[in-house]
């Protein structure tokens, strides 16, 4: 980190041992990503519960190039050392995203296609659609995925997805719905 590590107790007694969890924990994201600017973690008192006596609330706040990535743990819990776990874990997996973002590894969903059911075989469990640029793809009923082969009708709108098949391009993830046919 290039600013050093801030612990802050609030409402909480100091304590070295808390201290040492805390930096052990935060050290290991400032290993998974070199470029924390800075890194501030409070330990607070979450509130008097009548039936859960003392909760501890922890709240990381990261600095890193371009953003601001803050967690305020949602669940306080009466062990601060598992809050404390449980805010940092929550840190690392919104720095690995960031981190992810970053490096233009995110994964991008396939875009849905649209047609219309051509021909069905009931009996051999498949079918056809025409997709909006005319060509047609086959279908097989496992790559229905709602309504159920049984339910599916020639001239029905459906969106799918294309996919590599042995015997060439066919249709996966077959719905139908309110999709338009263009």
Request: aromatic share 8%.
């Amino acid at each position: 980190m290039q600013i050093p590590l801030q612990i802050i107790f609030h409402g909480v007694d100091k304590s070295d041992a808390i201290e040492a969890e805390i930096q052990k924990r935060a050290s290991k994201l400032d290993e998974f990503y070199e470029h924390i600017m800075s890194c501030r973690i409070t330990v607070e008192m979450a509130g008097r519960q009548q039936h859960q006596g003392k909760r501890y609330g922890v709240r990381v706040d990261i600095t890193v190039p371009g953003e601001e990535i803050a967690v305020s743990h949602d669940h306080s819990h009466e062990d601060v050392y598992i809050a404390i776990r449980d805010a940092l874990d929550a840190a690392k997996r919104r720095l690995q995203d960031y981190v992810r973002h970053q490096r233009g590894k995110v994964k991008v969903h396939e875009q849905a296609l649209h047609g219309r059911v051509t021909k069905l075989f009931e009996e051999e469990g498949c079918g056809f659609i025409e997709a909006t640029d005319g060509r047609e793809l086959y279908f097989h009923r496992d790559n229905v995925v709602e309504p159920s082969f049984e339910a599916m009708r020639i001239g029905m709108d459906v969106q799918f997805l294309e996919a590599e098949a042995g015997e060439g391009l066919q249709a996966k993830r077959v719905s139908a719905g309110k999709h338009h046919y263009l």
